[in-house]
């Protein structure tokens, strides 16, 4: 029986017949403009997706991943329309130097929450190099994106090539576990590499934060069912902190136990609990229990009391390595994001604090 190719085939063919001879090679080059005017063209083209084209685009995340519900797919699509805005795009490429020469970089992309490995994508193709890319088998959207990229430009099917080996990329960025970052750590060694570890994020509590301050915070724990190292896993609060207000701020939340990987995580984790006469605190939807550890397993959200301020800086710098970000209400803490947009980064937010851009303008 006949099967069509996959997308990913279908790029490979796609990238073979720009290379048939007699095809200019001044075809293939492109001003940084163009690529900016390329991705500022995706942009709009996600924000004014049909109703109809959204709810394809659900279907097909939904098949492969099962966390990918569409409230995700579309918090994922908003966060990446509003950086490919040409002016925002303009202002960031403009920070750093053309780069002297073409390389191939790889990229290993993760697939804990929909569209991640697309930034690294984006700072790839946009510094003027060529993308090596080895797909998430959990994200099937990247390939949706990248085919309407080549349809807006044509010729960056000669800067994408997907393949499920990264042995000919002469650069390496790749995002895992902390298993995983072993290997290309050691794999790619001799060559120029970012490689990214599991890091989360956690909060810090006054106690004075109002009801609809803490509804926001509520966005940076449930946003993504927990699953990004942007959401936040741990609060630190004050020695008396009582957790009434907080856990009746997120009731706007309590939908999320009708997803049923969420909920088989609940009723698992409960039961660890439980059995081991650790004490918790029970919203009906997520489970609060102190601990020291920074990342909490999924449906649990772990606390920690301190003293004062040294006392928390001391706790919070404790995980420096672990930790993505670091958010408070409006921001109040030293370098930390407002509740509610530990989700919504900008262009220039680095995951790991690791500015992806200069090391691809060094390459």
Known sequence: MFRFPTFAAKIRLLVHSSKQ??????????????????????????????????????????LTNAWFTPVSVQSALDGIALFLDKATLQTWTASYPVCPSEKL????????????????????????????????????????????????????????????RLNAAEAMIATGSDNTSRYFEYYFRSRPHIIRKNRSSCAVLMGEE????????????????????????KVFVPEEYDFTKLLDSWAVYGEII????????????????????????????V???????????????????????????????????????????????????AFGKAQQPEVWDYADNVDTMKFLAAL
Not at 21 to 42: C, H, Y
Not at 156 to 163: G, M, V
């Open 21 to 62: 001879p007699g095809k200019p090679k001044s075809l293939i080059k492109m001003t940084l403009e163009t690529r900016i005017n390329a991705f500022s063209v995706l942009g709009n083209r996600i924000k004014a997706l049909s109703k109809i084209e959204r709810e394809q685009i659900y279907e097909r995340a939904g």
């Open 105 to 164: 970089v790889g990229i290993a992309m993760a697939g804990n929450i929909p569209l991640v490995g697309f930034h690294d994508l984006l700072c790839v193709l946009i510094s003027g190099h060529k993308a090596l890319v080895k797909l998430s088998s959990q994200d099937a959207l990247i390939e949706v994106l990248i085919k309407w990229l080549i349809e807006i430009e044509p010729r960056f099917a000669e800067k994408i090539i997907i393949e499920d």
């Open 210 to 233: 109002p009801s609809e301050v803490l509804t926001e915070l509520g966005k940076d724990v449930f946003t993504y069912f927990g699953l990004g190292c942007r959401n936040v896993a």
């Open 258 to 285: 009708h997803h049923h990987k969420y909920a088989n995580n609940y009723d698992y984790q409960k039961s660890i609990l439980l059995v081991n006469q650790t004490p918790f605190l029970d919203s009906g939807f």
């Open 287 to 337: 489970l609060l229990t102190e601990s020291a550890n920074l990342v909490s397993p999924i449906s649990v959200l772990f606390f920690e009391r301190y003293v004062d301020q040294v006392d928390l800086q001391q706790k919070i710098q404790s995980h420096t390595d672990k930790l993505q970000c670091v958010v408070s209400a409006n921001g109040w803490y030293p370098n930390s994001v």
